[in-house]
């Protein structure tokens, strides 16, 4: 069965601090996708990365950067710098298309405040 | 261009009236999901689409929950006789290549 765990549930942090937000996943199939979303206070879901199972190359977009380890099942954000307009709840998911679903598994997030 | 919308944002119904809530997915996209998001958690994920058929209900929670997207563009979910249980935040995705998936903004659904 799929799972993501997502142990913080709030996190806050002072303008300019960094910060990094857990995701652990359950999986028992060799090929899946991990996600990161973004959920602001208008409550859409904003995609921010998609990443493969095969891939296990960090990525950097900006203050943003992920930490992807399959050895662990974790696959971890990083917000350098933090801004005020990066406050809003952080989804981590899972696909599993090994099992014919292509829907999501979320986390229950974390929320994030960061204090100006 | 124009992303998922959804409409109405916004819905109040009195317990055991029925309901629909639509979606319009990013033009060309043939996958369409409906999510069931409650307070403090993660979306739940409810049904599938591709194209005009369903291919996964296993989410939907009950039978009076039923959703269509006859022409494979705008998808309807309707709830029948709608409980307090069933308030939350419903949300519709869709994804050209089965991967990346696109939400719109939400219906957020109070049942009194």
């Known amino acids: 069965a799929q799972k993501v765990t997502q142990a913080q549930t709030e996190i806050s942090v002072v303008e300019k601090e960094d910060v990094t937000l857990d995701c652990v996943y359950e999986?028992?199939?060799?090929?899946?996708?991990l996600f990161w979303y973004k959920q602001p206070p208008s409550g859409e879901l904003v995609f921010l990365i998609r990443?493969?199972?095969?891939?296990?190359q960090n990525e950097i977009s900006g203050r943003y950067s992920w930490n992807f380890q399959k050895s662990t099942s974790s696959f971890n954000f990083t917000i350098t710098a933090s801004q005020v307009v990066d406050s809003a709840v952080y989804f981590c998911?899972?696909?599993?298309?090994?099992?014919?679903?292509?829907?999501?598994?979320f986390g229950t997030g974390t929320r994030l405040t960061v204090i100006p | 261009g124009a992303g998922v919308s959804q409409s109405p944002r916004y819905k109040v119904a009195k317990r055991g009236q029925d309901v629909a809530l639509r979606c319009d997915p990013i033009?060309?996209?043939?996958?369409l999901f409906w999510y069931q998001q409650a307070l403090g958690q993660g979306p739940e994920f409810l049904t599938y689409?591709?194209?005009?058929?369903?291919?996964?209900k296993s989410g939907l929670p009950s039978d009076r929950f039923f959703a269509e997207r006859p022409e494979g563009s705008v998808s309807t979910l309707k709830i029948q006789r709608t409980q307090q249980e069933d308030s939350a935040v419903y949300l519709c995705?869709?994804?050209?290549?089965?991967?990346?998936?696109?939400f719109g903004p939400g219906t957020r659904l109070l049942v009194l």
């Open positions: 995705a869709s994804s050209r290549d089965q991967e990346t998936q696109y």
């Open positions: 999986t028992r199939d060799t090929t899946y996708y």
């Open positions: 033009s060309g996209h043939v996958s």
């Open positions: 689409f591709q194209n005009e058929a369903q291919l996964d």
């Open positions: 990443r493969n199972s095969f891939d296990e």
């Open positions: 998911a899972l696909s599993d298309p090994e099992t014919g679903a292509n829907n999501l598994f």
